[in-house]
């Protein structure tokens, strides 16, 4: 939560103050519900056809925010526009969000309890257990890989007062997910000598390292897999020996948890936990700068909506490292805060606009980058430059009942002194842009089609390590990460992506998909591979004005890239006289390669080719994805 501590002191008096004397038995559930429930993508919907006001960019939302929107949507002027399927599944989510009868429910797997303190305060909690195991197959024309993702688990949430809940979740799983190593990589480029470092210090600041570059998931399709592990995995054949990725099966966990609160009917809303965010105008799992598909951190984060044309979403939090070597190892370059601040403006339920600051920067107490008064992109000039900057924008534009466009714009570092041609060729011209459409689909229950192309340039999200000040000899990362994951969009640097989905719920416990993905992407690997391709990149800190040819950059011109065609279909099923749901996805992924004549990053663009080597090979996979939730 960026504020100053004299704010926070404030407002938690403030909180106590709520808690220990508002009148209440009828609790409002201030519990985050997570950001892969369909519920996202149904509210999308219904602020789409002009069904209810917009809800804030900042998300996950809170059960009483659903509630709330469903209730609007319900309403009796939006009767005769609802078919009866999607009135039915806009009531079962009220029925779920509301509050459960003391007791065991042995149809949702959990046990509701409370008690009244005093006269009149009410505390609840719920205590239950989810199970989803999933099982994927990859087949390929040289083998066939297994994979799985099998988790259950144990909860407790609940509220105190009509302004308090909390969540507690840990989970323990069995895990597959085969991959390849590809080859080796350096984060400058082949040939980079390194520098002195800025401090004077005797060691080099700038160095290239060989790092090594792995496939997606076998048993996956490109870009979706997410990890759901806290820290290592473990194998069964040797607990104590330190892993960092299940190739073969293997045990883990993860926890949890959050304390929420809101005020004046939700217009203020203060978080502190450990959860997943998706922030922004673009539709739900497009975010350039804070996306679902990065993996959790703890944080505070606060939320405010004073008018109802403006919203300020403020979040600062401590990022996790990628525990690919040891605890001290791999910790010690990678001791990182992230801060971000999300101005919101809205015009009615028509247009939509965002402006989002976000810094990466080493652990230390700086008020500057916590309070959202301060514009961290300026202040980093006051206080010494050691630390990872972006700046986003989005513009959203609706008709209700048709659709609408957006637009996105991320800029990680950018120079525009040097021109038009200087933003198409120079790699320190790190940024990424992203333009689409949603239009709604009349002839069935919550349907639409999403057109979108995506673009991220090389080095974006990355950073150089850097000697700090105050953590000695040690270079520290930076990169826009957290535990080796983008904070930002799922692709990688240097690659780019046209999107088409298709989604649909034609009745009310089944939901379909279709889609087909086209993603460019440079080589991080062999003999073609092309600089800034790679999370871990770093810029050449000298000559980035274009006087070093290396540090220009000619998409699908300039080395080795990947062409990915992606197909795919999906459902899900659940039944509606037992707390089990089915689904299931199936596709294939036609991938190839090509390259130019000359050698890779000579900073001349080249005519490119398909080729088919033993480095960069042609192939055709099909990956079929089956699972069962228990206590959906």
Known sequence: ???????????????????????????????????????????EQAQLRGFCQPLSGARPYTKNVLSSAIREILSSDNNEKLTNTERQILEQYLSDYSKPDTGIDWFKGRYHGEVTLGSNFLITADIGLHADTQWSVGFYSEDIYYGTDTWIQAYLNGDIGNNFSYTFIAEGGLIRAPSLQLGEYNTYYEGFKGKAGQLGKPEKEYQNNLIKAYSSPL????????????????????????????????????????????????????????????????????????????????????????????????????????????????????????????????????????????????????????????????????????????????????????????????????????????????????????????????????TSIKLSYTKINPYTYTHNRNFNPWYGNLRMETAYINNGVSLGHYLPPNSDELLFRFETMPAGNVTAHFQYQMIRHGADFGPGAVDGSNLLSELDPSNRDGSNPVLKRYFLKDGAYQWQHIIKIGAEWTLKKAPISFYGEFGTVISYFTNIAGSANSGKAGNYTIIDTLDYPQSTSFILKLGIKIFP
Not at 5 to 13: A, D, E, M, N, Y
Not at 28 to 42: A, E, G, K, M
Not at 357 to 385: C, E, H, M, T
Not at 432 to 443: K, R, S
Request: glycine fraction near 6%; proline fraction near 4%; include cysteine.
């Open 1 to 43: 939560m960026r504020i100053s501590l004299t704010v926070f002191c404030r407002c938690l008096l403030v909180l106590i103050s709520i808690l220990v004397y508002a009148p209440t038995l009828a609790a409002q559930s201030h519990i985050t519900v997570p950001l892969d429930d369909r519920i996202y993508y149904i509210i």
């Open 219 to 446: 048993t996956h399709f490109p870009y979706t897999y997410q990890k759901r592990w806290d820290g290592s995995i473990f194998f069964f054949d040797s607990l104590s020996t330190h892993r960092h990725w299940p190739d073969d099966f293997a045990g883990s966990y993860n926890f949890k948890g959050e304390l929420t609160s809101s005020f004046l009917d939700n217009k203020l809303l203060f978080r502190a936990g450990r959860i997943s965010h998706d922030w922004g105008a673009a539709p739900h799992g497009s975010s350039l700068f804070l996306n679902q598909m990065a993996r959790p951190f703890f944080a505070a984060e606060a939320e405010f909506s004073p008018v109802s044309w403006f919203t300020i979403a403020s979040l600062t939090g401590i990022l996790e490292y990628y525990n690919t070597e040891n605890i001290k190892t791999s910790s010690a370059t990678f001791q990182n805060a992230y801060s971000i601040t999300m101005l919101q403006f809205r015009f009615r339920n028509y247009l939509f606009v965002d402006f989002a600051d976000a810094v990466v920067w080493p652990k230390r107490f700086d008020l500057g980058y916590i309070s959202p008064l301060i514009n961290s992109f300026f202040y980093q000039n006051n206080i010494g430059d050691f630390d990872n900057m972006v700046l986003s924008f989005n513009l959203k534009a609706q008709y209700p009942g048709l659709g609408y466009i957006w637009a996105s714009l991320l800029l990680d570092e950018i120079n525009f002194l040097h021109g038009i041609k200087g933003l198409q060729e120079l790699d320190s011209q790190m940024f990424a842009y992203q333009a689409g459409v949603t239009v709604f689909l009349p002839f069935l229950s919550f």
